[in-house]
């Protein structure tokens, strides 16, 4: 069983499932995560397959979640966000948003532990 907090937003553009997000511009919305420096608060889960802006969306906020991989990833590495919001390597001066549960490549979806925007270095 895994367990995590989930809180409900508004999608500030289109979201895809297991994707890192961050606050939109406004109160109450969330977009997709496009940069290691971006100050990721948490993970998309099933809820936002093929999300419109506007639509409500579940976001995972701490605990045991999945995530989409941008490229390899090995079991304990820190991981942060790339351009499209999928996981990857966290290093030097990354905000952290996840710790790799088991390892994998570009394309996967794999379990991680949300530790939101803690420093990579």
């Known amino acids: 069983m895994n367990s995590y907090l989930a809180k409900n937003y508004r999608a500030a553009a289109a979201l895809a499932a297991y994707r890192i997000v961050k606050f939109g511009a406004a109160d109450g919305e ?8 971006d100050a990721s608060i948490g993970i998309t889960d099933r ?6 802006a506007g639509a409500r969306v579940d976001v995972v906020r701490t ?4 995530v989409e991989y941008g490229g ?4 304990g590495q820190l991981l942060t966000a790339d351009a499209q919001g999928r996981a990857v390597a966290a290093a030097g001066a990354a905000r952290v948003i996840a710790v790799a549960e088991v390892s994998g490549v570009a394309g996967d979806v794999c379990l991680v532990l949300i530790a939101p925007s803690s420093a990579a270095a």
């Open 47 to 52: 809820s936002a397959t093929d999300c419109p």
């Open 63 to 66: 605990g045991l979640t999945l």
């Open 72 to 75: 390899a990833v090995t079991r």
């Open 30 to 37: 969330v977009q997709h995560a496009a940069a290691a420096a």
